[in-house]
């Protein structure tokens, strides 16, 4: 037995089983309830409307759809008018006498439908101000493309980078960088399998295909139990399931992209399936270009994916979704002159099952079957000789949760899911004539990950409420490995050998997650949280960003979890009918087992945490946001004051640093304005304070050689970063033929062309002995102003 085990044990038996039993209990001694329950789906294609809200009328008693659209309400016998409202859609009514459990599903129809003319108001609750949730940031992919866009290609992670507390990896970067955690201390899921990387073209663009996706939520304060594996924020990326009731396609042509989706229903108001695919051109475009005899013929780069769902509904009590996400970034180089050829392939491959069952009418299941693996190669040819490298993290993921509806007042979720996890830091192989080279050197890692959570959202009155949820997670590193023992010099003295699923080292811990609330009317409320979480993989960069060569290794006999505390507290405002929502959020994060690479490192062969270091650090800001809500403009203007900070004893002699995307100040200016049916107008105007850099800070010259020396880690900050992105579009006829619409999409980024600094490097000049030797700092940036244009259509 493991040494995780007991914990699990204990766990179940003491709080999961006893809450689970007394809930039911407790009922029979309450009034007598009938429960009403179904799901909220768009009348047109059928889509799940998740977060959508059901309520008596005239009471400020309801219950929010989960994520597949499914509710439960119970109350006593009588007679109730119903209503259920959704952002963006009509209200529906219906009258029901409820003296028995009932079923009762609502089709609620998009306002653009019900309109005569083109509505950018739709009805918008108070939401933020009366539920639990802090931090959480939902956005629907209709509103991403809206917004300004990098080469008009649309990306929702980009979307996510204009809200407080979040900032971009970098000039033109889909990274995030949420509250002072690193990239890999996000958690990213797409139809709930984790993406361990999110970027084509070096992490310019997404790999989520705008088209394929119906909604993103982002959680940056107060995670839920439900949620667990890294530290910082989760961005969980829904695709779209399919319209079930006709079909229908959609896509686009832009300058470097095109893409194309179809959906439509296998079994019209039962089954449905969505197909979605992406490629570049820029090869295509640049290859008449290049002369045959150059010595980039035959060079080139690409890059594609696509997203495949279907769906089936058996009955009212089971559904059925299989969904997957493949996508590859593809650069190669062929040098006829120079005999030397490479190939560098590198991308995400996702699959999920899930089936969704009704056991009553207040307890609903998902069981998920997941499977992703990302992987990066390079070979290698010249003349008789090729070399083959290849790193990547594969996971095959069993989950299972519940979601029980015990009553108006507590909204239970429990539930556990096991990872196995394969790493792969390096491996390398080669070939010279008939000799083939397969050393050893893989330094393949296995692990098992686990964990059981238990979560309620309980209204104690109107007035206060309480999100309280408690998760447990374990890992445990297994064989096949082996374990060295190495002198001061590195050399091998000992080792031990573990064999196949032989425990090498297990970690586990409890994860308390609380969230209160206290709303003294429906305009004002305060909040406050307080979340412990457990990060068992790390990814361990040089870079600013996530590049296809990064790794990701796991906890170890070496490497211990990174653990984190993070409290909140905010207060919240809305105005006038809820057209104008407030905010005020600060924060403070503590982290443990941070991981660096020692100082001086360069890439090797050899396993790669032989050269980590260990640190703590942490974080502290304010965020302030105002969002227009309602009208023909809408927007918002968010701004943060932060700090987040390093400090390892193996570097910068021990003091502390600022991290490498500590930035004092962002401010976020967002418009968009529908001038006519046929006009839609946008504005981002982005503000940041300049993220830090190390720099040398004195040169030698040593026997005729120059010699820098740095100074303090990240010691200097560059210049500020700032942008204006415009765009319009353009609907030449938005009340004509529905079987049959385009559109037009305008975008110009960095309209004054700014000149915002990606990084710096001294330059050398002259010569040391004629005494004309010169050092000048450069700024290198990437990109000036950039038109584009892309026509949309749909069919």
Known sequence: MSASTPYLYRLLRHVILPVLFIFPFTAGFAQQQFTISGYVRDSTNGESLTGATVRVKGSPE?????????????????????????????????????????????????????????VVTGERGNQQVTSTEMGRVEMATSDAKKLPSFLGEVDVLKSMQLVPGVQAAGEGNAGLYVRGGGPDQNLILLDEAPVYNTGHLFGFFS????????????????????????????????????????????????LIASRLSLQGPLKKGKSSFIISGRRTYIDWITKPFVKKD???????????????????????????????????????????TRTFDASIPWGNTTATLRWNHVFSSKLFSNTSLIYNDYKFSFTGVQNNFDIHLSSGISDANGKLDFDYFASQRHHIKFGGNYIYHRFTPYSV?????????????????????????????????????????????????????????TGNNGVKLDSTVYQSLQQVRAYGGLEPR??????????????????????????????????????????????????????????????????????????????????????????????????????????????????????????????????????????????KFPAKYDRRHDLVLVGNYQLTPKWNLSTVFIYGSGNTTTLPSQFYMIEGSLVQEYGNINGYRMAPYHRLDLSAVYTP?????????????FSIYNVYSRQNPYFLYFDQTGAVLGNSLTLRARQVSLFPILPSVTWNFKF
């Open 514 to 655: 609380v969230i209160v609330r206290y709303a003294w009317n429906d305009r004002n409320s305060v909040k406050a949280s307080a979340t412990r979480n457990y990060q068992f993989i790390h990814l361990v960069t040089n870079a600013g960003t996530t590049l296809p060569t990064d790794l990701w290794v796991p906890s170890t006999y070496k490497v211990r979890p990174q653990i984190s505390w993070q409290y909140t507290m905010g207060y919240y405002r809305n105005f006038n009918n809820n057209s104008w929502e407030t905010s005020v959020e600060v924060y403070y994060k503590d982290m443990q087992h941070q991981i660096e690479y020692r100082q001086g490192y360069t890439p090797s062969l050899t396993d790669p945490e032989n050269d980590f270091v260990f640190g703590k650090g942490w974080a502290y800001g304010a965020e302030f946001f105002i969002n227009k809500t309602k009208g023909r403009f809408t927007g918002w203007i968010g701004y943060t004051l932060a700090w987040t900070w390093r400090q390892f004893p193996d570097l910068n002699q021990g003091k």
């Open 429 to 485: 192989s080669g070939r010279q004539d008939s000799t083939a080279f397969n050393p050893d050197n893989a330094f393949r890692k296995y692990a098992h990950e686990a964990a059981l959570y238990i979560q309620d959202e309980w209204e104690i009155s109107h007035r206060l409420k309480l999100n309280a949820g408690l998760r447990y997670s374990g890992f445990m590193q297994v064989g096949p490995y082996t374990r060295y023992v």
């Open 294 to 336: 150059s010595d980039f013929s035959g060079s080139g780069y690409y890059f594609y994916d696509l997203n495949m769902k279907a769906n089936y509904i058996f009955s009212d009590k089971d559904r059925v979704y299989l969904s997957g996400y493949f996508g590859r970034d593809v650069f190669t180089f062929r040098s006829g």
């Open 62 to 118: 309801g219950i929010q759809a989960n994520t597949y659209g499914y509710y439960a309400i119970s109350l006593p016998p009588g007679q109730y008018t119903l209503e259920c409202t959704f952002i963006g859609y009509g209200e529906k009514e219906q009258v029901v006498q409820l003296d028995d459990n009932m079923q009762l599903n609502f089709s609620i129809v998009p306002r653009v439908y019900q309109a005569k003319e083109v």
């Open 207 to 254: 790999i989520f295909n705008a088209d394929a996706i119906r909604s993103t939520t982002l959680i940056k304060g107060g995670m839920p139990a439900s949620y667990g594996g890294r530290l910082s924020a989760v961005v969980d990326v829904n695709m779209k399931d399919g319209n079930n009731q006709r079909l229908q396609g959609e896509g686009g042509i832009g």
């Open 733 to 745: 006829n938005p009340k004509g033929n529905r079987r049959f619409r385009s559109s037009w999409a």
